[in-house]
């Protein structure tokens, strides 16, 4: 007596790829097939494309964040001035908080900083800016403003000079070796009342941050020029800290009060810029979910063409019972009808997400001239560019998923076509 045959012997995927074969009789078939297949592919290479547009927006937006802002701001806790009766932040001895904070495990930079806000003024053009007062050293550190490759005009030239972002140059209308002027209201106190301060400086270098928010207001000067700006002689405003791991910066909290002393705070970058970013989680999240109803929609095309091919060959289905093959046979049979279709798409799709993702510049170049431009607008989303980050996590869940509903929702029809009376589907034949 012949043994049983191994599950997915040979002759079930014949029968399968047979039952595949589009025949002119048997056209509406063939169209489920295709509409399954190509439904598959499009709700794979959305889910693939949004994914990777998801990580590459977060990664862009963390990255230009950090590249040039602080990780963990130190300031002081107010304190009234008496003579003035205002509240000052001001840290007096800057240097000596920098070094015990600059000996903290993790803390790569400490860099004393002045910050204010005033108005910028190139002939009839005013912009209001803010100005960072920090010491050449220390700004060659920031990685997103001094980088030659976006950068204009010699950095090393900052102490003769300022640095503005491309926003604010852009604004005034300026280039490299103008002079602008900056304008703070009520500097000098005198007799007769408050006068503002106007002091010109030549423009050395404009930066591009990536950040549209931050290039359109930051301006650079030197510290010591900044310090008798703000009348800030001897006195920093705050510690700018940047730390070996960003992602760890909350476990560094402790340490960095106890280094700079009982009157300190800190502020982080995740203070700043986490509720932005949870907010983004969520999005994500509900994306993920809706692109996931997408990739069933389309796996359920594969049931309904498994249902009508099951009625087209219920006659075939009762010869191949009546020669000897079982029901787990006739299940498989149709069960690698519907996978076929939802491997292929899913190939399909891939390969396509994956191609959207590495040339999503030219493609999204393409986009922009057909809808006339202005398609992606820098000052709502904060960068210059829509940009696409492919995971190796985001194409495995998108083939899990794909793969997963695909198998799922075949099951359903192939054991209806296995469960079929081969006597009832052979009576009028």
């Known amino acids: 007596m012949a043994g049983t045959p191994a599950p997915f012997a040979p002759f079930e995927w014949m029968i399968a790829w047979r039952y595949l074969r589009a025949r002119r009789a048997e056209g509406g078939v063939s169209v489920m097939t295709w509409i399954s297949l190509i439904g598959i592919t499009l709700a794979v290479f959305a889910l693939i494309a949004t994914l990777s547009v998801r990580s590459g927006f977060r990664a862009e937006l963390v990255d230009t964040i950090l590249g ?3 990780h963990v701001t130190v300031y002081n806790l107010g304190v ?4 003035t009766g205002r509240l000052d932040r001001t840290i007096e001895d800057y240097t000596a908080m920098a070094e015990r904070v600059r000996e903290v495990e993790g803390v790569t930079r400490v860099a004393p900083l002045i910050k204010g806000q005033v108005m910028a003024n190139m002939r009839d053009r005013n912009a209001g800016v803010q100005v960072f007062g920090i010491s050449f ?3 060659q550190t920031i990685p997103r403003v001094a980088n030659p490759e976006t950068g204009l005009g010699d950095i090393a030239r900052f102490n003769e000079g300022i640095a503005l972002g491309s926003g604010v140059a852009r604004e005034l209308g300026v280039t490299i070796g103008d002079r602008i002027k900056l304008i703070l209201p009520n500097a000098n106190k005198t007799a007769f009342g408050s006068t503002p301060r106007i002091n010109a400086y030549e423009v050395v270098y404009i930066f591009t941050a990536g950040r549209y928010d931050i290039d359109k207001v930051r301006v650079y000067l030197p510290f010591a ?13 705050e510690l700018e800290v940047m730390v070996a791991n960003p992602e760890g910066v909350d476990g560094m909290n402790l340490d960095l009060i106890k280094a700079a ?6 502020w982080s970058w995740r203070d700043a810029s986490g509720g932005y970013l949870r907010a983004l989680e969520v999005e994500d999240n509900v994306m993920f979910i809706i692109m996931a109803i997408l990739v069933l929609i389309a796996a359920m095309n594969i049931t309904s063409g498994l249902i009508m091919l099951v009625k087209n060959k219920g006659r075939d289905i009762g010869i191949l019972r009546t020669i000897g093959l079982t029901q787990g046979s006739v299940m498989r049979v149709f069960f690698i009808c519907g996978a076929f279709t939802g491997m292929i798409g899913t190939v399909c799709g891939v390969i396509l997400g994956c191609l959207f993702a590495v040339y999503i510049d030219p493609i999204f170049s393409v986009v922009n001239a057909m809808m006339g431009g202005g398609v992606w607008d820098p000052s709502i989303r904060g960068i210059y560019h829509l940009p696409a980050k492919l995971e190796f996590a985001d194409v495995l869940s998108a083939i899990g998923l794909s793969l997963g509903l695909s198998f799922i929702v075949t099951i359903f029809p192939a054991r209806r076509a296995a469960r079929l009376n081969p006597v009832e589907a052979l009576r009028y034949e």
Request: proline share 0%; charged share 35%.
């Open 68 to 70: 040039s802002n602080a």
């Open 80 to 83: 009234v001035n008496e003579q």
């Open 137 to 139: 050293e220390d700004l």
């Open 225 to 237: 020029e900044a310090q008798s700006f703000f009348n800030r002689e001897g006195r920093a405003d």
């Open 261 to 266: 002393g009982e009157r300190s705070q800190l």
